[in-house]
């Protein structure tokens, strides 16, 4: 058993969307020890993605943290997100500025902060496409080359897709990658 606690955050088309993924390679993380906690960080609104106020957003994820942290057995030392899209730019940003988060991985992400404004130094890791026209690579790219310039310790993985969303083999192998940085970030060597 692994120890390790992950949330698993949502893109922009919500958790309903993302669910079907998310249960299927959550599940597996789940059979392989990790503790599994799925937030929904947008409110009730219909158009929530559109309507909802954008620091709503990163509250949800922190008081997510803090929910997640209060559980028995759960300890900040073992703590990681994974977010897709939207849910990696939060990931990164709430763990680098506010959470005891150790380690995120943002699929199709990047982020937002400025450096001054990095104060915790998490492993990360981000998953981009090559070819991606939500995200570009230059996002991803230059997010990494400022979390390391804070000393916040980034790895890139490049998958050569040319698209946002991920088939389900794609799937598979980021969900692989995750578990393996996941294991090397946050499960302590016996």
């Known amino acids: 058993m692994s120890g390790a606690t992950l949330l698993l955050l949502h893109g922009a088309g919500g958790l309903v969307a993302d669910l079907p993924v998310f249960v299927e390679h959550g599940r597996r993380l789940a059979e392989l020890g990790y503790r599994i906690v799925m937030p929904d960080y947008f409110s009730d609104a219909r158009d929530a993605a559109q309507s909802d106020e954008l620091g709503w957003w990163p509250r949800a994820v922190v008081d997510a943290t803090d929910w997640t942290l209060a559980l028995p057995g759960v300890h900040a030392s073992c703590l990681g997100a994974m977010g897709y899209s939207r849910g990696g730019y939060l990931a990164a940003e709430v763990a680098v ?3 005891p988060i150790r380690a995120v991985v943002g699929v199709a992400s990047a982020g937002n902060v400025r450096q001054r404004e990095i104060v915790r130094r998490p492993s990360v890791m981000l998953i981009h496409a090559a070819g991606d026209p939500v995200i570009p690579p230059r996002r991803t790219k230059r997010w990494a080359r400022i979390l390391g310039e804070q000393g916040v310790p980034v790895e ?4 050569n897709v040319r698209r946002h969303h991920f088939r389900p083999g794609e799937w598979t192998d980021i969900f692989e990658r995750a578990d393996g ?3 090397r ?3 302590p060597e016996v």
């Open 97 to 99: 500025q506010q959470t």
């Open 156 to 159: 890139i993985v490049v998958l």
């Open 181 to 183: 940085f996941f294991r």
């Open 185 to 187: 970030t946050l499960i």
